[in-house]
Each structure stands twice: as C-alpha cells, then as structure tokens.
C-alpha cells in the first residue's frame, strides 16, 4: 500500500508535471484570454479543460490542485485576496433569509463585510464571544443559522476557539462551518481532519511568502467544494498568471520559512512576556495563554505572530519611540512574508470587552533570531528612556 506523503513533501513536488512541459519542474506561466479551437464542432463539442483564461490555464490548477493536495480537500479556489477568500468562502454558502454568526475578534476588513455586506444582502451578522461555549453558542442560534465562521486564533488578540465543539455543535444544529486557517496554514491546522466545511486562507501571507503577492484561497470538500467554484465563476474571480506562478514558486519553502517565523516568534515572545512593562502576552504557543491547552490539542505548530499588551500608563509618545526606530522591525499591517514587522493592534468589539492598554503586534520574518531580539530589546530601551 503507497504511503500518503507529508504535506511537507506535497508542498515541494504538488503540480510539477515535467513529463507535460519539457522536463521543467515548474509549470510555465500562460498569459492567455482567448483559447482557440480548431472548428466549430469542436467548440460545439465543449469537451475541453481550458475554456477561457478567468476560466483557468495550466498554471492555475497546478497551484490549485496543490493548495487541495495540502489541505487534503477536494477543490481549492483561487480568488484576489485574502479577503475575497472570506467574501467568496461566505458567499457562496449563504442565501437571503440566513443568519451567520462570527466570532467577536475577527478580522477587521472581514467584519467589514460581514457588517455593510453581507445585511444588503439579506443576510444578518451576529457575533458570538470567541470564547463562548457550546451551550452558549447554540443560545445565539435559530432555525436561519446556515454559517458559524471560525478564526482561530482571533486577530489581534489570539483567542484558541474550541473548533472541536464548534464543529460538533454546527453539525447536530444542520449548518456549516468556515474557518479562516491563515495563521495555522494547512501545515499546523488540519482544516479538514476537524471537519470544517469551508476553509478559508490568505495565500498573501504564508503561503505566497515574499510580500509581492495579493492572492487568497477557498478550499472545501463534496458538493460544498462545488459550490464555492462555482460562485468564483459566476462572479467572475480570477488571479492574474504572475501571481498563481509566483504563489506556488514560494509554496515550495512554505515548511522552511513557517518553522524559521514559528522559532523567532517563540524567542521573542519570550523575551518580551518577562519585560515589566507587558500587562498581557497574546502568543497561544506559550503555555501562559490561556487557551493553550486547546492550542496543543488541535495544532502541530504556530506561526510567527502574535501580540503583546503594555501597561496603559505608558506614554503614546514611549510606545512610538520603541516602533518607529527598529532596524529590522517594518511598521505594516501585513505579515507572512520574509521580514519581521510591528503593528499598532487595532480592533473592534460589541459583544466583548475591549482590552486596556497599548496592543502591539509583533511579526517574526526570517532574519536570525539573534539580530531580532537585539532589535526588540533596544526598542524597550528607547520607550524606558523617553518615559
């Protein structure tokens, strides 16, 4: 019997078809609109696999198929970001009439949507604590629940939600389930071994890599699969040749630059939860989190975010003075790619409390280890000097 192999091995050889292009490992980039046939039977006939360009090329399914082979799912879907991959994720699942609940601590640009969108639409956002239980959960819901939408851990502050019971709560009451897995990437969150339904990724972080790439995914299995495709169709998603060519070329480094940012981030984040001015630590990887034990359960690794809380009585003007002179900490709101980052937290909460203090998030790229905390430790030094 052939042995599965790891998701560290698909990353590496998914969607190579050298015997198709000549002997080259990586599949060509097809800059193509118009496919030419030759008759007007044979367009009759539309018994082919490439139809149209936004309908797909060679190109496209080798990073597709491959994203699928990751997660284990039946289909993977390429849209132009990472939010399209929530827009498309909800979308195409939901219908007038519908309620969706999603957690207090989601993404900013998805609560967005999920509050302006989603309402024109006919379908009313409600908005559960991440932390809620079963029981609790099951409270917020109706007969029109169709959705319940996981992020886990939540933006921003990092809360582990129980997928387990979420996942078995939705399936008892009738509804799906979506997660966005962009911090766990299918390497250290089995999407599909938890039972989500609908599986939701910002490929511009991880999977993409080098900060040149806006590209999201939507993976899911069986007749959900098939809906999510044909909902990117219908609306007329499609990513440009460059991008799918670039998105699977930093896929094949995808376990090397995920296991470098999961080790700087742990350095650092244990670095700065002893610092005196920290009032909270938001790294579910460290066992002070207080989902951590979900953590282990339900991960084989974390990434290299996180974020960290300083005592509320320091200075703005301290806090500006510790980020806005790193020499290897970016300021930006992404994350993902090759370099480390810094980011003022900014969140939105009606169902939660919203915390107290200064939120920073930290995004450990691929530098050595050694020069970040350097980096970070002068940073603390300046904010004491300017207190």
Not at 206 to 222: L, M, N, P, R
Not at 351 to 361: A, D, F, I
Request: charged share 20%; aromatic share 8%.
């Amino acid at each position: 019997m052939k042995k599965t192999p790891s998701k560290h091995t698909i990353a590496v050889h998914a969607g190579m078809k050298p015997d198709e292009n000549h002997g080259i490992p990586n599949p060509p980039v097809y800059h193509v609109s118009t496919i030419l046939r030759g008759s007007f039977a044979e367009e009759r006939k539309k018994q082919f696999q490439y139809d149209y360009g936004r309908m797909g090329t060679p190109t496209t399914v080798a990073l597709e198929s491959s994203v699928a082979a990751l997660y284990g799912a039946d289909d993977a879907v390429a849209v132009p970001s990472g939010l399209a991959s929530v827009t498309t994720g909800v979308m195409a699942v939901v219908r007038s009439g519908d309620n969706v609940l999603f957690p207090d601590s989601l993404y900013g640009s998805a609560r967005r949507f999920a509050e302006v969108v989603l309402p024109a639409a006919g379908v009313t956002p409600l908005f559960y604590d991440p932390l809620a239980t079963a029981d609790e959960l099951e409270a917020q819901m109706d007969d029109n629940t169709s959705l319940i939408y996981i992020e886990t851990p939540g933006s921003q502050t990092f809360e582990v939600q129980d997928t387990r019971a979420i996942v078995d709560l939705a399936r008892r009451k009738g509804c799906l389930t979506a997660c966005d897995n962009t911090w766990g990437t299918p390497l250290y969150f089995d999407a599909v071994g938890h039972g989500i339904d609908v599986i939701i990724e910002a490929g511009t972080k991880y999977i993409s890599g080098h900060s040149d790439v806006s590209i999201g995914f939507v993976a899911a299995v069986g007749e959900t699969a098939k809906k999510v495709r044909a909902y990117a169709i219908n609306m007329g998603l499609c990513v440009a040749p460059d991008d799918h060519y670039l998105a699977l070329r930093g896929m094949r480094t995808l376990p090397l630059r995920l296991r470098q940012s999961e080790q700087n981030g742990l350095a650092l984040a244990r670095w700065i939860e002893q610092q005196p001015e920290i009032i909270g630590m938001r790294h579910p990887g460290l066992p002070s989190h207080p989902q951590h034990a979900l953590w282990q359960r339900d991960f084989t690794g974390s990434c290299g975010l996180f974020s960290f809380m300083l005592d509320p009585a320091i200075p703005v003007a301290a806090v500006d003075a510790m980020a806005d002179h790193m020499e290897f900490f970016g300021i930006g709101a992404s994350w993902g790619g090759h370099e480390s980052l810094i980011h003022e937290g900014h969140y939105k909460r009606t169902v939660t409390p919203e915390p107290e203090g200064h939120l920073v998030r930290i995004y450990a790229g691929l530098e050595d280890q050694a020069d970040l905390l350097r980096d970070i430790e002068a940073g603390f030094e300046r904010m004491r000097n300017h207190r």
